[in-house]
């Protein structure tokens, strides 16, 4: 919500799509799909812009879902304006997505900063990716949902501690989206 939020107040765009993934195999869930899809729109929900669209496409999608499809896709659908946002954390596997090159050359990029390492534009051309820009001008918190789970220790009952405090909320989400979770 804070990178969101963020672009729009620096960039001001026309338009936010969030095209969320469905289940992919690199990837662990710990919710159900319609846990996930419910989760997405309570978040589209909360930011309330009516710029921030979540289009579901690729929620349902069973092939393997690559940076390609999806841009050709959203092209197609809102226009070629486009400019892809990713975490600073890709960067080392981005030369691996495709043999194509597809995703370091041919779609615009605003790289958000993400996790230890900072990456300057130099480092980020040595990875032979193309049409970027780096997002500086913002105060996003440094955290991903791995590390929301992970300061909710094992052992802990969220439900118990909801019920004990109705106005617990999981430590990095929202009050609604904590809401939902915790019901």
Request: net charge negative; aromatic share 12%.
């Amino acid at each position: 919500m804070a990178i969101i939020r963020s672009i729009i107040h620096h960039k001001n765009p026309e338009k936010i799509i969030i095209i969320p993934s469905g289940e992919r195999d690199d990837k662990v869930y710990h919710i159900s799909t319609e846990h996930r899809r419910k989760l997405c729109e309570i978040f589209v929900w909360e930011i309330l812009d009516d710029r921030v669209i979540l289009d579901l496409e690729f929620f349902s999608w069973k092939k393997e879902m690559i940076t390609r499809d999806v841009d050709i896709y959203a092209r197609e659908k809102y226009g070629n304006d486009l400019i892809h946002v990713f975490g600073t954390d890709v960067i080392p596997s981005m030369p691996l997505w495709d043999s194509e090159d597809y995703a370091l050359k041919k779609i615009q990029k605003l790289f958000i900063q993400r996790g230890e390492k900072k990456y300057s534009e130099e480092e980020i051309w040595w990875y032979g990716i193309e049409n970027f820009e780096i997002f500086s001008r913002s105060n996003i918190p440094d955290i991903s949902s791995t590390e929301i789970r992970q300061n909710i220790p094992e052992y802990t009952s969220l439900s118990i501690l909801f019920i004990e405090n109705p106005q617990f909320i999981i430590p990095g989400l929202s009050k609604k989206i904590s809401k939902y979770i915790l019901h």
